[in-house]
């Protein structure tokens, strides 16, 4: 591609997939290794569909080294799915039907007012006043009778992060992982279920991965639909219903390209570089940049941040997203929800299109020397 049309896009997702992976799509969207047919064309029930979801998983497993006695499905719905899936498989572990949730942000909030349909839902925390901070856990009221405990390891509107697995003893740990799956190591044997939308970190629209502690199977309610139910799924191989059979191959391929790329331990130390890099302009701009996340809870995914005062100034900012599109620079506008800009950093975005983000906030205070 001609580099005047190098298009770097920090969207928050869809987000950008490696080049390699769309360039080894293109090469095998007419033609399927030979077989004279696209994956888009494949019937999910013969075994070269088998082979391509079979591959996806050892891949996920070898990544994230998931012990032998969890389950890997692969689901549609998308995290929102999965806010309605979790209470419907989980709630039924303990008959008094509480949960508990930790809100730190506009998509465990979600989760949470989703569970209440199903649950009594017991809020770990006050409620916050702002989504900035992760309040430590040692406050936090665990009800010893809630079936399950939920987080969200990456808010994605907020850009808050977790740094750490809260330890909550033997309840059952339930994580949304949608926006840093596979951006750093996990422990999975610390939890009962991981679930992930693909579209950010690992692949395109479509696909959610459910990784479930087999002991947690055959709990769902009777008014959990049946695409919902991972024992159902499970005991068909994510096969009970079609797949998305073109997003799991997409992910088969992404989680490759991680895997040749070093692994989640090799995507941890790269995303640090890349948000310390943006971070670091934030922080030495005199307060012409402002992030509102305190810094312990600061994602490495998500950087969130206004332009002229933590309020924002809208002119300013408007400026600047015009001025990033002028220069290939994309979808860096903040959530409706909270405005302001937002650089999504996932595994795909190159340490070349961070520089070139870095390289225009720097030049574009420098056009602005009467806000700093
Ligand atoms: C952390 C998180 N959870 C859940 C969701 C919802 O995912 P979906 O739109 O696939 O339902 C999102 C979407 O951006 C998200 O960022």
Redesign the pocket.
């Known amino acids: 591609m001609d580099a005047k049309k190098h298009v770097a896009n920090f969207g928050?997702?869809p987000a950008k997939l490696p080049r390699s992976v769309l360039l080894e799509a293109q090469k095998e969207l007419v033609d399927y290794k030979g077989l004279g047919i696209s994956v888009l064309e494949m019937s999910h029930r013969t075994s070269d569909f088998s082979k391509i979801i079979k591959t996806a998983e050892n891949c996920l497993r070898e990544l994230l080294n998931i012990p032998g006695n969890y389950k890997v499905i692969f689901l549609q719905?998308?995290?929102?799915?999965?806010?309605s899936g979790i209470p419907l498989n989980l709630i039924g572990l303990k008959e008094a039907r509480c949960a508990d949730y930790v809100v730190t942000g506009a998509?465990s909030a979600?989760?949470a007012k989703e569970a209440e349909k199903y649950a009594k839902v017991n809020l770990v925390h006050p409620k916050l006043s702002s989504y900035t901070k992760i309040p430590d856990p040692s406050t936090w009221n665990l009800n010893p009778d809630a079936s399950y405990i939920y987080y969200?390891a990456?808010?994605?509107?907020h850009g808050v992060e977790f740094d750490f697995v809260p330890d909550v003893g033997k309840a059952v740990l339930v994580c949304?992982m949608?926006?840093n799956f596979l951006s750093r190591p996990v422990d999975v044997s610390k939890f009962g279920v991981i679930f992930a939308?693909a579209?950010?970190n690992v692949g395109c629209?479509g696909v959610?991965v459910v990784i479930v502690r087999e002991d947690l199977l055959g709990f769902a309610l009777k008014e959990c639909p049946i695409v919902l139910d991972y024992k159902v799924q499970v005991e068909n191989s994510s096969l009970y219903n079609t797949p998305p059979c073109y997003s799991i191959y997409i992910m088969g391929l992404v989680l490759e390209w991680i895997k040749n790329n070093g692994g989640a331990m090799a995507m941890d130390k790269f995303s640090q570089i890349k948000s310390q890099m943006i971070y670091d302009i934030i922080d030495k701009s005199n307060g012409f940049y402002v992030c509102p996340v305190e810094k312990k809870s600061r994602s490495r995914m998500n950087v969130p941040f206004r332009i002229g005062s933590i309020k924002g100034d809208e002119a300013l900012e408007k400026e600047f997203l015009d001025k990033a599109v002028e220069n290939n620079m994309i979808s860096l506008k903040g959530h409706r929800s909270v405005g302001g800009i937002r650089a999504s950093l996932y595994n795909a975005v190159t340490m070349e299109d961070v520089e070139k983000l870095a390289m225009f906030m720097k030049s574009f205070m420098k056009m602005h020397p009467k806000q700093t």
């Open positions: 928050a997702g719905g998308g995290g929102s799915g999965q806010f998509w979600k989760a969200c990456n808010e994605t509107v949304d949608s926006s939308g579209q950010k629209a959610t």
